[in-house]
């Protein structure tokens, strides 16, 4: 087996500093997130990472719970969002208020990559706007527009996106740079192999998942691809209540499956799902944030 999916390079590679934060949770049923699941309610955490590369600062990967989801799922039809996820949020625990453990202000974040527009991963978009918002074209055009219950038809809250984010932000064409086994076509970040995205179709409409080389050894931010580890382990989709609501249902089963065959190919790579709460246990419990060097 290979085991690392990075290309070879003549020259090595920086490795990015990378924090994975909590930024709260909602309660959710196992039996809901995996076929097969039990019938018990669990914290699904949605987490967040910081990643600072040696020549382009710091980056920051989804934008996590922040208080103003709270205020945005006051009234209808967007109070349904709470009712289906109950949620359980602290103020403290915004990447906005954590910046400053670190020595960071929300200027120092030069670049925010958007995995989907799900209010559970850009709440806390507008505490950056100097940053430069980053997202696949296919995903803006997407919920661009969508008020009322068609918003929330793409578990989406217009009240969270910032002004003129359209204008602002670089929407990425369609990827077609070197598959990344059997994910698929990739797009580079910074063109040295430390940050690839690759696209991951069924939960969102252009929903992406981050490949980075960091201190830690490499990391896979793969997003609501699946909820939980055993998932793309096991290669086991989520409950068919979930597609209610999911973008392509096929397409959910069939990039499971992708991530599957990836994890086998590279073992040593660690995939971390926004929400698993193995994966929090792992990335944010039992890996506390050393401040920068």
């Not at 959710?28 to 039990?38: F, V, W």
């Not at 929300?106 to 806390?124: C, E, L």
Request: charged share 20%; net charge positive.
């Amino acid at each position: 087996m290979t085991s690392t999916p990075f290309p070879a390079r003549r020259e090595p590679a920086p490795a990015l500093a990378c924090r994975v934060l909590d930024t709260g949770y909602c309660l959710a049923s196992e039996h809901h997130l995996i076929q097969g699941g039990r019938r018990l309610r669990i914290a699904c955490h949605s987490i967040a990472a910081l990643l600072r590369h040696p020549a382009h600062g710091w980056l920051l990967w989804d934008a996590g719970y922040a208080p103003r989801l709270l205020h945005a799922t006051e009234r209808l039809p967007f109070r349904l969002y709470r009712w289906a996820t109950p949620l359980r949020l602290d103020p403290a625990l915004a990447v906005v208020a954590q910046l400053a453990r670190f020595g960071l202000s929300p200027r120092d974040i030069r670049r925010v990559v958007v995995s989907h527009f799900h209010a559970d991963h850009i709440a806390g978009l507008r505490d950056f706007p100097d940053a430069e918002w980053v997202a696949l074209g296919a995903a803006y055009r997407d919920v661009a527009g969508r008020r009322g219950w068609g918003a929330l038809s793409r578990t989406f809250l217009p009240a969270l996106l910032p002004d003129r984010f359209g204008r602002r932000a670089t929407l990425l064409p369609d990827f077609t740079g070197s598959p990344l086994g059997a994910l698929g076509p990739t797009h580079d970040l910074f063109g040295d192999g430390t940050a690839v995205l690759v696209a991951l179709p069924g939960h969102a409409r252009g929903q992406i998942g981050l490949l980075a080389r960091t201190e830690r050894g490499p990391v896979f931010f793969a997003a609501d691809s699946c909820w939980l580890s055993a998932s793309y382990r096991e290669s086991r989709p989520p409950h068919r209540i979930t597609q209610l609501f999911a973008d392509d249902p096929r397409a959910v089963r069939e990039t499971i499956g992708r991530l599957h065959a990836f994890s086998r190919t590279y073992p040593d790579v660690a995939i971390v799902p926004s929400h698993c709460p193995e994966a929090f246990r792992r990335h944010v419990e039992a890996a506390p944030c050393p401040p920068p060097g």
